[in-house]
């Protein structure tokens, strides 16, 4: 089976139609997925997903884009629904410099509270980052001298330094439909060099559709053609690929219970 370890279920695009969505994952052998949360206002919607679906688990986080909106000043909140069983991660949260739409200062202070909620409930961190590589290397590295705590770099695209600065630091990277856009040269010549036992797949669905629907909008099903690209990047059948894969996901995810029957664990 696979995984898809980042989804966006409650969105546009998915939620309309959500019972087709989840049954052509089903269908193309995701036995997995986990929908995440972006704002605390909207989280009882995500969580009443999973709560329907046995295969699918949720994270609780308010997205840097929306923390001048939704601000923390205290990890509380965030520690009372990683009580919830079907809550397995913290996130996503971190910096996003390329919109901007939160003031810088406060994306970091947002980020460590929710460093603290993972290093506290024990749940991994989802890190998002876009155009602040440098920074968010920086503050990761920081808050691990504080106290460690485990997580992902979700929708890896950055530079060679942030991958394996976090592999350094003993977190994964989630891989997506990026990893097949014709473009993405360099981002597969490191994938090439990273260690299997530290990658995640994930669609970042309704966003980031891989080839060859890119344009179009992103579901879980897709999460077979970034295996079969990642496959063929390490020279790999899809089968050791997704064992692999998997593994990792209920490694890092340790809350989450694996479906029953599945041939990888």
Known sequence: MLVDSHCHLDFPGLAEERDAVLARA????????????????????????????????????????????????????????????????????????????????????????????????????????????????????????????????????????????????????????????RRSDQLRATVRELPLDRLLLETDAPYLAPEPFRGRRNEPAHVVHVAAALAELKGLSRGEVEAATTDNFFRLFSKATRPLGNPCG
């Open 26 to 181: 089903r269908a193309a052998g995701i036995g997995a997925m986990q929908t995440i949360g972006t704002r605390l206002g909207t989280f009882q919607e995500v969580v009443a997903i999973a709560e329907a679906n046995p295969d699918v688990w949720c994270a609780v986080g308010v997205h840097p884009h929306w923390v001048a909106e939704e601000p923390l000043d205290a990890p509380d909140r965030l520690l009372g629904w990683a009580a919830h069983p079907r809550v397995i991660g913290i996130g996503e949260s971190g910096l996003d410099y390329h919109y901007d739409h939160s003031p810088r200062d406060v994306q970091a202070e947002v980020f460590r509270i929710h460093i603290a909620a993972a290093r506290e409930s024990g749940l991994p961190l989802i890190v998002h980052t876009r155009d602040a590589d440098e920074d968010t290397a920086d503050l990761l590295r920081e808050a691990m001298g504080e106290g460690r705590f485990a997580g992902v770099v979700h929708c890896y695209s950055s530079s060679p330094e942030l991958g394996f600065a976090a592999i350094d630091m003993g977190l994964y990277l989630g891989l997506g439909g990026i990893l097949t856009f």
